[in-house]
């Protein structure tokens, strides 16, 4: 028993280091609830027999929400209300921390980290956590549910690209679409790529996991819950779209554009173009929307042209679809940017692969990749408000300087690609 201790500390000492120090801060996130007590709120109202849609629910004195999770999210939900409100916090924020060791170790088999050497693979890890901590960290700050989502997209792909089991794949997305709806994007994408098994199985286990309610509440009254969450997330509503930027904490296209073309301002900073009327407006936003969803072609046919297409080829053209999550779904904060880790899981696998080769290609490839990562930065550090402070952050929040730092990640992922990694670190 003894010896299998020892070998169990051996073999995971570096996680079980890192679980020890991050514990403290689970715990301190654990005692205040955050977001998921917006849903522990809502799926109580549920065990009562009550829709928590259309109504403002109180969450704690002087705070107030809406629910716009499924109903399936506050059935399965229902029997953590009973409980004291610390317990399931904190077993939230462990399945969050669990999920984050199980999203890099996917990453490090898919981009193959175990075939680099042993300064490269701390290399790889230094700075795809470094790039992507602020969004984790946001996460657990507000207790929010996006890392569970991208988890289970994640693994989903995984399961149905490079383990070739599509109903398992397929069960993971139905509840990643399930809790949180972002997923659906990677329906076409599965069909694309002819994954029509995978497609079907998700599409019948979304049926199922939305009817699931019916079996305790009857199937009139699940409906009614469809058609309230329906009501409260439908996407051409004036809330998401000319009217998103209420506030200054939304970071998407639809909050991005009001920003610069209508008079909106935050505590007199105005940075208007011009002004476009609602309509113009919500027509601007489509247009930029769709135009971000078109460059999917260009991954893929990127990725089909190449002879030598594999595993990273695939990571590559998902990290672009996850990377649009963000950006054209409505209602994002900075927690949503949390689906920008393949992304930055590729460029830092990319960094340290072309750092390793000393070629003149290589050496060219440096100098662009280092003034790419800064024109990256810039805007991503503005928005930090570690370095300015909350209120002049909120500034740099106002001008959606995550929006705008993520787009700029567009034309480094393109340029960056596995063809061009394949040219660079394979000159023969």
């Given at each position: 028993?003894l010896n299998?201790?020892?070998?169990?500390?051996?073999l995971?000492?570096?996680?079980?280091?890192i679980?020890?120090?991050a514990?403290?801060y689970?715990?301190?996130?654990?005692?205040?609830g955050?977001?998921?007590?917006?849903?522990?709120t809502?799926?109580?109202?549920?065990?009562?027999?009550?829709?928590p849609?259309?109504?403002?629910?109180?969450?704690?004195?002087?705070?107030?929400?809406v629910?716009?999770?499924s109903p399936?999210?506050?059935?399965?939900?229902?029997?953590?209300?009973?409980?004291?409100?610390?317990i399931?916090?904190?077993i939230?924020?462990?399945?969050?921390?669990?999920?984050?060791?199980?999203?890099w170790h996917?990453m490090?088999?898919w981009l193959q980290?175990?075939?680099?050497s042993?300064?490269q693979?701390?290399?790889?890890?230094a700075?795809?956590?470094?790039?992507?901590?602020?969004?984790i960290?946001h996460?657990?700050?507000?207790?929010?549910?996006?890392?569970?989502v991208?988890y289970?997209?994640f693994?989903?792909?995984?399961?149905?690209?490079?383990?070739a089991?599509?109903?398992r794949?397929g069960?993971?997305l139905?509840?990643?679409?399930?809790?949180?709806?972002?997923p659906?994007?990677?329906?076409?994408?599965?069909v694309?790529?002819?994954?029509?098994?995978?497609?079907?199985?998700?599409?019948l286990?979304?049926?199922?996991l939305?009817?699931?309610?019916?079996?305790?509440?009857?199937?009139?009254f699940d409906?009614?819950?469809l058609?309230?969450?329906w009501?409260?997330?439908?996407?051409?509503?004036d809330k998401y779209n000319?009217?998103?930027?209420?506030?200054v904490y939304?970071?998407?296209?639809?909050?991005?554009?009001?920003?610069?073309?209508?008079?909106?301002s935050?505590?007199?900073?105005?940075?208007?173009?011009?002004?476009?009327?609602?309509?113009?407006?919500?027509?601007?936003i489509?247009?930029?929307r769709?135009?971000?969803?078109?460059?999917?072609?260009?991954?893929?046919l990127?990725?089909?042209s190449?002879n030598?297409?594999?595993?990273?080829?695939?990571?590559w053209?998902?990290?672009y679809?996850?990377?649009?999550?963000?950006l054209?779904?409505?209602?994002?904060?900075k927690?949503?940017?949390?689906?920008?880790?393949?992304?930055?899981g590729?460029?830092?696998?990319?960094?340290?692969?072309?750092?390793?080769?000393?070629?003149?290609?290589?050496?060219?490839?440096?100098?662009?990749?280092?003034?790419?990562m800064a024109v990256?930065?810039i805007?991503?550090?503005?928005?930090?408000d570690i370095?300015?402070?909350?209120?002049i952050?909120?500034?740099?929040?106002f001008?959606?300087m995550?929006t705008?730092?993520?787009?700029?990640?567009?034309?480094?992922?393109?340029?960056?690609?596995?063809?061009?990694?394949l040219?660079?670190?394979?000159?023969?």
């Amino acid at each position: 028993m003894l010896n299998r201790a020892k070998q169990f500390f051996l073999l995971y000492r570096t996680e079980l280091i890192i679980f020890l120090i991050a514990l403290p801060y689970l715990i301190a996130q654990n005692l205040h609830g955050g977001d998921f007590r917006i849903l522990l709120t809502g799926s109580g109202y549920l065990a009562k027999g009550f829709s928590p849609y259309g109504i403002v629910m109180p969450i704690e004195p002087g705070i107030t929400d809406v629910f716009l999770y499924s109903p399936f999210v506050g059935f399965i939900l229902m029997p953590l209300t009973y409980l004291p409100e610390i317990i399931p916090t904190f077993i939230f924020c462990l399945v969050n921390f669990l999920m984050l060791y199980r999203i890099w170790h996917i990453m490090g088999n898919w981009l193959q980290i175990k075939t680099l050497s042993d300064i490269q693979k701390k290399w790889w890890f230094a700075i795809s956590i470094a790039l992507t901590l602020r969004f984790i960290l946001h996460n657990f700050e507000k207790a929010q549910m996006n890392i569970v989502v991208f988890y289970l997209t994640f693994e989903g792909l995984y399961q149905i690209f490079l383990l070739a089991k599509p109903a398992r794949g397929g069960l993971l997305l139905a509840l990643g679409i399930c809790l949180k709806v972002l997923p659906v994007i990677f329906l076409p994408y599965l069909v694309y790529r002819k994954k029509i098994s995978s497609t079907m199985a998700v599409v019948l286990f979304c049926m199922l996991l939305l009817l699931l309610p019916a079996t305790w509440f009857g199937f009139a009254f699940d409906v009614h819950l469809l058609q309230g969450w329906w009501a409260a997330i439908n996407p051409t509503l004036d809330k998401y779209n000319s009217q998103q930027n209420v506030g200054v904490y939304f970071h998407c296209i639809s909050a991005l554009i009001p920003v610069y073309f209508s008079d909106c301002s935050y505590q007199g900073l105005s940075v208007n173009i011009m002004s476009l009327e609602p309509q113009a407006l919500f027509l601007l936003i489509n247009i930029i929307r769709a135009s971000l969803v078109g460059l999917v072609f260009f991954f893929l046919l990127k990725s089909a042209s190449d002879n030598k297409r594999n595993a990273i080829f695939m990571f590559w053209e998902q990290a672009y679809i996850f990377l649009l999550i963000p950006l054209v779904f409505p209602h994002q904060q900075k927690y949503s940017y949390v689906n920008l880790l393949p992304v930055f899981g590729y460029i830092a696998y990319y960094i340290v692969n072309v750092f390793a080769v000393s070629t003149k290609t290589g050496k060219r490839d440096k100098t662009i990749l280092l003034v790419s990562m800064a024109v990256i930065l810039i805007p991503l550090v503005l928005s930090a408000d570690i370095f300015w402070g909350m209120r002049i952050g909120k500034y740099f929040q106002f001008m959606k300087m995550v929006t705008i730092g993520t787009i700029l990640l567009i034309p480094v992922l393109a340029y960056f690609s596995p063809a061009r990694f394949l040219r660079v670190t394979e000159p023969g």
